[in-house]
């Protein structure tokens, strides 16, 4: 066993009363197998393991994220408040030093909520490391924060909330967009014009196993994160990388899920997707749990796991190897990237349509920001859903300089509460919420 | 006539009880080399000629299993695991003689590796060699299909070897306590049906023939000849004597706390609507966690010895105890001498308190009497911070459910029962503490003898209900059925309720007695590939902890 052993906060909430629909994915059965698992091996038991129940999140933290239409109460239930808030005390537990890591394993995820959330999308509602994050730079300021996530779809939703973030760096790591939902995260999308490099996205071919994932973990996560220097590492923890995964097409193992972890070494890992329920979950969860705890997780090994048979093919390695060449190049052309992409503009605006796969609702989103050399930059976004909510939203950052929010004041005041259901104006900075 | 009897670390109580109230009691010394001596002894107190055969049951509280293990007498235990994957079996060490062989059952309980039988027979014959005769056999998931278990303890079935099947003794989820568990059956097996032995004939002597039961962890009895198969259920049955006792001597019916305040600590357990609340998953024992039920007791190292000093200036009470009070001879002040000097009590010599306490009175420049106010006062501090602790705790247990967690059931107790020598003293400052009422029970010096006497007989049983599998299972029964893809979550509770009636009767339980609760209920569908397939059904269901009838005693 190379790794120390660690105090590790497991917070277990499987929402056993709760699902988007009887047949859904997403739905109560989903991580009972797991606890199963999570029973039998006895890693309560274990002096370095610490159970906690999950807090409740208040709409005040969800606000602090999220512009949701019409509001936070019409778009988190209870059990998304109990999902939010079992990954805030995962992250109170360890910012108080109670654990030196912990993993929220809650129900339902979050990862595709965006920005402005209009109602369910990929089978997220609120994004729930987002919640997390904002709670932790409100109540512990922190600055620097990176998200890796492993989920086998691209967290297209914390990329949007962080796209203008330069102190959020958003890793995802997923099966390619043009073979899966959400059908986005190409190398190319690489951060707002104040927030270039910040958004990281490395696209895997289909059938990628341990030694892909891995590879990228390596050369490409590693070196970034150490040039990065976040203060915390969160882990968006799907599973659904699995070669027994019924909704992907990938190969990793409880295995690679543990060695990922262990030698990504996050403070935090929340639960994302992950729908092979009986031949992944139970084996994942535990590898993760070990991982983290730097406990023996070589003997996790699924009853089917043969690794030679999920082995990526040769073609797969040397793409995923030029590919991974090429984003550390990106990367590392970040700082003189601005110019050339921005230019002499004062403001950048990007136009998208943003399908609600869970709810069928279709969005149409203009984002404006201020190009600013001091901060984050003022954001502006106007949105129409096909409910028929239009709405305008003034987003000012954490650490907004006061060029961007004299900006954003004016604005806010300025924009004409008759060609829209709501406004709102939301501070990241000073921690207010409002809607007119 | 209950003949009740408590062989307690220190003290062996015994009582006779008719119709609940008690007509007879004693108490000698415990002779820990010698329990069975120490039984007689409290027995031959309150027995005699003309009441013997009013007699109608006796009930045991002994710590006969847990003796052994603490002095190190237990059997050699041969252990065969079957691990599978998951935590590394590093961290299970049940005994020297483990063996960690091939076969496992997944969580669904399917098989997945066979049990290989050269293997086992191979296990089997270093066994023999080594004269083994304990065997503990305990697969991963077991509680979910036994069939492994049961084909490694065919295999190696031969004469004078006895099998503790990790299955039989809980259908909890839990490996390495199930193996722990098992280990510590097999290791106390020999010993303990000798003890029994014992008890059976010297009731023949005395031609008596009544039942006689044992009382276990989780504060119900058992036919002590059902025992036999399963002591491990009996270890650690002396905190249970006293909650038992608690219940027995005051009339709870609502979330209560009880103390029960002794020379070195003071334990505190928990009643939900009068119900003494159980362990999570098991008890503990030694270093040992188990799933052995048991009822839920936190000890605190403070109480009526706990030695006074003064540590930076200040008044330290415990943890520690270095002798007894003052009063009767120790070399530190105690809470006892404390409470002598505040005139409540003239347990010994009480001019040796005064001194005691005087001494250090005299280091703080404080008078003797607001010195020992000070040490009560500190005492009551600590122990009614720990209830508040513990209350916490318990309302803070993690839950699984929506519902649970927005409208889970708290315990908030409102009175504190407390016993043992110190209660009437510092009763009334925990309880105003934790602003609670408070009641000290009569006959409590007897308690655990009388909450033995007065247990009634308490069983569990884990159902699952695989409709796709189309297979019901009961663990602790060994027990497993065909069922149709219809079978339903009421036909699964119907059928584990049958299953505990019938394994309480036979466990000696009176038929009005049978106080059944579901205690755990989860019901699931089973959808693969976006089609339900089947239910997944699982309910614990236990006979409450709590006391006989009193009609039937009436009767008696």
Redesign the interface.
């Known amino acids: 066993m190379k790794s120390k052993k660690k105090n590790t906060g497991l917070i277990f909430f499987p929402a056993f009363d709760w699902a988007i629909s009887a047949t859904h994915p997403e739905r109560e059965e989903r991580l009972l197998y797991t606890q199963d698992q999570v029973f039998e091996e006895g890693l309560l038991d274990l002096e370095n393991i610490l159970e906690f129940k999950p807090g409740i999140a208040s709409y005040d933290d969800i606000n602090r994220a999220h512009i949701c239409v019409p509001d936070a109460s019409s778009l988190a239930t209870k059990s998304h408040l109990i999902s939010a808030g079992g990954a805030i005390t995962a992250a109170r537990k360890v910012m108080t030093g109670v654990v030196d890591n912990a993993f929220a394993l809650v129900r339902p995820p979050g990862h595709h909520a965006m920005l402005v959330a209009h109602g369910a999308r990929g089978f997220c509602n609120i994004n729930i490391e987002a919640v997390m994050v904002e709670y932790i730079r409100k109540n512990f300021g922190v600055t620097k924060i990176a998200i890796v996530d492993t989920d086998c779809h691209h967290g297209d939703g914390t990329q949007d909330i962080y796209w203008n973030d330069p102190d959020v760096l958003c890793i995802s790591l997923h099966q390619d967009g043009r073979t899966l939902y959400p059908g986005t995260g190409f190398t190319e999308d690489f951060g707002g014009p104040n927030a270039l490099g910040a958004t990281i996205n490395i696209p895997l071919p289909p059938k990628t196993s341990d030694e892909g994932f891995l590879h990228v973990l390596d050369h490409v996560i590693l070196p970034v994160l150490d040039e990065f220097q976040p203060e915390l590492i969160i882990n968006s923890a799907g599973q659904d990388n699995h070669y027994s995964d019924p909704i992907t097409d990938m190969c990793f193992s409880a295995q690679g899920y543990a060695r990922l972890n262990e030698k990504l070494s996050p403070q935090i890992a929340v639960l994302e997707g992950g729908y092979s329920i009986e031949r992944a979950l139970p084996y994942v969860n535990v590898g993760i749990i070990l991982a983290m705890a730097g406990l023996d997780y070589s003997h996790v090994l699924e009853p089917d796991y043969d690794p030679d048979r999920i082995r990526q093919s040769p073609a797969i390695s040397r793409f995923i190897e030029n590919e991974s060449r090429e984003i550390i190049k990106l990367w590392k052309s970040r700082k003189s990237m601005k110019d050339r992409i921005v230019g002499s503009a004062g403001y950048v605006r990007r136009s998208k349509n943003i399908f609600y796969d869970t709810d069928g609702i279709l969005e149409k989103q203009t984002e404006t920001v201020r190009v600013c050399a001091d901060c984050g930059g003022l954001v502006m976004i106007e949105s129409a859903a096909d409910t028929g909510k239009k709405i305008f939203a003034v987003i000012l950052p954490n650490r907004c300089c006061p060029e961007c929010r004299k900006n954003g004041e004016i604005f806010f005041e300025r924009a004409n509460p008759g060609q829209y259901n709501h406004i709102y104006w939301q501070d990241r900075e000073k921690d207010e919420f409002t809607v007119k | 006539m209950i003949l009740g009897i408590d062989v307690g670390g220190t003290h062996t109580d015994a009582v006779l009880v008719e119709n609940f109230h008690v007509r007879k009691k004693a108490k000698v010394r415990t002779d820990n080399a010698d329990i069975m001596a120490s039984l007689l002894a409290a027995a031959r107190k309150i027995v005699s000629k003309q009441n013997i055969g009013n007699i109608r049951r006796i009930v045991l509280s002994t710590t006969i299993s847990t003796n052994a293990i603490v002095q190190g007498k237990t059997d050699r235990v041969g252990m065969i695991l079957l691990?599978g994957?998951?935590?590394?079996?590093?961290?299970l060490t049940p005994g020297k003689d483990l063996f960690f062989a091939e076969g496992y059952t997944?969580?669904?309980g399917i098989t997945?590796?066979p049990v290989n039988e050269k293997e086992i027979s191979s296990i089997g014959e270093y066994f023999q060699r080594e004269n083994i005769k304990q065997v503990g056999i305990v697969g991963?998931?077991s509680t979910r299909n036994p069939e492994q278990e049961m084909n490694v303890a065919k295999i190696l079935t031969v004469e004078q070897r006895n099998f503790s099947l990790g299955h039989r003794l809980s259908g909890?989820?839990?490996?390495?306590?199930r193996a722990a568990t098992a280990y510590l059956n097999a290791a106390v097996y020999d010993i303990y049906q000798g003890f029994v032995r014992e008890v059976q004939k010297f009731l023949k002597e005395l031609h008596m023939d009544v039942p006689v039961y044992i009382l276990k962890a989780d504060g119900g009895t058992i036919l002590i000849e059902k025992s036999v198969s399963c002591p491990a259920l009996t270890i650690h049955s002396g905190p249970a004597a006293s909650i038992m006792g608690v219940l027995a001597t005051a009339d709870i019916q609502e979330d209560a706390v009880a103390l029960d305040i002794g020379g070195t600590t003071t334990d505190i357990s928990v009643f939900a609507d009068g119900v003494p609340l159980l362990e999570a998953?098991g008890v503990t024992i030694g270093e040992r966690?188990t799933l052995i039920r048991g009822l839920y007791t936190k000890s605190i190292g403070i109480g009526g010895d706990s030695a006074i000093r003064i540590v930076e200036g200040n008044i330290s009470v415990g943890p520690d105890r270095d002798g007894p009070a003052a009063s009767l001879g120790g070399r530190v002040p105690t809470p006892t001498d404390a409470i002598i000097v505040l005139g409540m009590s003239s347990l010994g010599d009480t001019q040796k308190s005064f001194d005691a306490i005087g001494s250090i009175a005299a280091q703080l420049n404080n008078d003797i009497a607001s010195t020992a106010r000070i040490i009560l006062d500190k005492t009551i501090a600590v122990i009614s911070e720990n209830v508040r602790r513990l209350i916490e705790e318990v309302n803070?247990?993690?839950?699984?459910?929506?519902?649970e967690?927005?409208e889970g059931k708290k315990i908030e107790p409102r009175i504190l029962y407390v016993v043992g020598g110190p209660a009437e003293a510092l009763a009334p400052g925990i309880a105003n503490l934790l602003g609670y009422a408070y009641k000290i029970p009569e006959h409590s010096e007897v308690a655990n003898a009388l909450g033995a006497a007065l247990a009634r007989t308490t069983a569990e049983l884990t159902v699952l209900a695989d409709t796709e599998k189309g297979e019901l299972i009961i663990s602790e029964e060994g027990f497993t059925k065909k069922i149709p893809h219809n079978f339903s979550s009421a036909k699964t509770i119907e059928a584990g309720k049958e299953a505990l009636r019938l394994r309480a009767v036979k466990m000696g339980a009176n038929i009005n007695d049978l106080e059944m609760e579901v205690t755990d209920f989860?019901e699931?569908?089973?959808?693969r590939?976006?089609?339900?397939t089947g239910k997944?059904i699982r309910a614990r269901i236990q006979i409450k902890p709590g006391l006989i009838a009193p009609v039937p005693l009436r009767n008696q």
Do not use: A, D
């Open positions: 691990c994957p998951g935590l590394s079996p590093r961290h997944n969580h669904r997945v590796q991963k998931f909890q989820l839990n490996f390495p306590r998953t966690k803070n247990k993690p839950v699984y459910t929506i519902h967690l927005l989860q699931f569908n089973m959808i590939e976006f089609y339900t997944n």
